[in-house]
Nanobody, 117 residues
Framework: QVQLVESGGGLVQPGGSLRLSCAASGSIFNMYAMAWDRQAPGKQRELVAIITKDGSTNYGDFVRGRFTISRDNAENTVYLQMNSLKPEDTAVYYC???????????WGQGTQVTVSS
């Protein structure tokens, strides 16, 4: 499976912005989908954003309009631009790759995002 390394997390005040990066060990050009998931303490892991091979994107209901996922195939990197951050966005954010519609998935180790005053 592909290795994924997230970076860019940290502490930010409500209303602030962060840009997360996910560097893949190999090419993501032919990967069916790259995604960001998150998991807050005591909560189930949930989809944040996903971008498919053809460039289509989808977002979790609670981040739509605030977050943007993008992909740089030349750099084998996927990004998550997070704006207008809220305390409830506090979670560990995981990068995910998916080989096909119902295929194998890989996650990185995650990066902590804390939104607090």
């Amino acid at each position: 499976q592909v290795q994924l390394v997230e970076s860019g997390g940290g502490l930010v005040q409500p209303g602030g912005s962060l840009r997360l990066s996910c560097a893949a060990s190999g090419s993501i050009f032919n990967m069916y989908a790259m995604a960001w998931d998150r998991q807050a303490p005591g909560k189930q892991r949930e989809l944040v954003a996903i971008i498919t091979k053809d460039g289509s994107t989808n977002y979790g209901d609670f981040v739509r309009g605030r977050f943007t996922i993008s992909r740089d195939n030349a750099e084998n990197t996927v990004y998550l631009q997070m704006n207008s951050l809220k305390p409830e966005d506090t979670a560990v954010y995981y990068c995910r790759s998916q080989t096909s519609v119902f295929g194998l998935t890989s996650w990185g180790q995650g990066t902590q995002v804390t939104v607090s005053s």
